[in-house]
């Protein structure tokens, strides 16, 4: 008996596919660490981000005004160009999430 054998081009297949996975997440947290950010600072184990925030007001507003502006871009998108169900919902559940820490970012610091 022999060895059931498989096509290199299978292999070459699986590959672009790991590749195609890993380039999306990067992607993905690359597009979101503002947010990891604020949920750092949100549960308490970011008090140096903190204290820049409030030393800096300037960057913080500047931060929280392209914030709002990014979700602003992929509301509208959401408009233009109608996704995929579940890409809608993981849009629609980032924006939610983006402006939740907005708001929770003016009650604790202020403008």
Do not use: D
Not at 40 to 48: E, N, T
Not at 68 to 90: E, F, K
Not at 96 to 110: D, E, H, M, N, Q
């Amino acid at each position: 008996m022999t060895a059931p054998q498989t096509s290199p081009a299978r292999g070459r297949a699986t590959g672009r596919g790991l590749a195609s996975l890993a380039a999306a997440l990067l992607a993905f947290a690359a597009s979101q660490h503002h947010n990891l950010h604020m949920v750092i600072i949100a549960l308490g184990a970011g008090s140096a981000g903190s204290t820049l925030m409030q030393g800096y007001p300037m960057v913080r507003r500047a931060m929280l005004l392209v914030s709002i502006g990014v979700v602003a871009l992929n509301l509208r998108s959401l408009r233009r160009r109608p996704p995929s169900p579940g890409m809608r919902w993981w849009i629609l559940g980032v924006s939610a999430l983006t402006l939740a820490l907005v708001i929770w970012s003016t009650a604790r610091f202020g403008l």
